[in-house]
């Protein structure tokens, strides 16, 4: 009797086993579906904005899961400026239109600078310039119909460049808005 109930304890938990994996099976299917579900929005957005990539005005990078529109400074502001160009503009206008494709999302306007300082009374230093930046690009998105609650804007200044600051062309690197499309808590966990 004691080995009939040793075996039957055996059996009990081999049963709770095969439940748990059949659990995180489930759990696995979800999050894969989830995932192909991203990647496809992801390359849905990323297709609306081939003309712009492939012209150079905007280049669309996953970096850390998530997916980034970089928009080159020299497309959008002359230097030292937070005052948007008439190509800017019309980089912009087509951004909107593809981020009113999705409308459950968030999306963050950062703006970035290279190391140079500036110093003038209206930017008194990167911060205020890159923040301006991206303030501007926030207010163009909203006169285009993207909803104010799904953006933010932050500001860089030059304390995250994605090149060396050592030449002027890695310096061009460096000054930029970008656009992230910011992860869901489940796309996250």
């Given at each position: 009797?004691?080995?009939?109930?040793?075996?039957?304890?055996?059996?009990?938990?081999?049963?709770?086993?095969?439940?748990?994996?059949?659990?995180?099976?489930?759990?696995?299917?979800?999050?894969?579906?989830?995932?192909?579900?991203?990647?496809?929005?992801?390359?849905?957005?990323?297709?609306?904005?081939?003309?712009?990539?492939d012209a150079g005005?905007?280049?669309?990078?996953?970096?850390?899961?998530?997916?980034?529109?970089?928009?080159?400074?020299?497309?959008?502001?002359?230097?030292?400026?937070?005052?948007?160009?008439?190509?800017?503009?019309?980089?912009?206008?087509?951004?909107?239109?593809?981020?009113?494709?999705?409308?459950?999302?968030?999306?963050?306007?950062?703006?970035?600078?290279?190391?140079?300082?500036?110093?003038?009374?209206?930017?008194?230093?990167?911060?205020?310039?890159?923040?301006?930046?991206?303030?501007?690009?926030?207010?163009?998105?909203?006169?285009?119909?993207?909803?104010?609650?799904?953006?933010?804007?932050?500001?860089?200044?030059?304390?995250?460049?994605?090149?060396?600051?050592?030449?002027?062309?890695?310096?061009?690197?460096?000054?930029?808005?970008?656009?992230?499309?910011?992860?869901?808590?489940?796309?996250?966990?």
């Open positions: 009797l004691q080995r009939l109930l040793h075996e039957l304890a055996g059996e009990r938990r081999l049963g709770s086993l095969v439940d748990s994996s059949k659990a995180e099976t489930r759990a696995a299917i979800r999050a894969q579906r989830a995932a192909e579900a991203r990647a496809d929005t992801f390359r849905a957005l990323a297709l609306r904005l081939k003309r712009m990539v005005s905007l280049s669309v990078q996953l970096r850390d899961g998530r997916m980034v529109l970089a928009l080159p400074n020299d497309v959008l502001f002359e230097s030292g400026s937070a005052a948007l160009s008439k190509p800017g503009r019309e980089v912009l206008v087509a951004v909107a239109d593809a981020l009113r494709t999705l409308p459950d999302r968030q999306f963050q306007v950062a703006g970035h600078t290279d190391d140079r300082p500036i110093q003038t009374a209206q930017y008194p230093s990167n911060w205020e310039l890159s923040s301006a930046r991206a303030l501007q690009v926030v207010r163009l998105l909203v006169g285009e119909g993207v909803p104010p609650g799904a953006l933010s804007a932050a500001a860089y200044g030059e304390f995250d460049p994605v090149a060396a600051n050592d030449t002027a062309p890695t310096r061009a690197k460096n000054r930029r808005v970008e656009i992230t499309v910011v992860p869901t808590i489940n796309e996250l966990v």
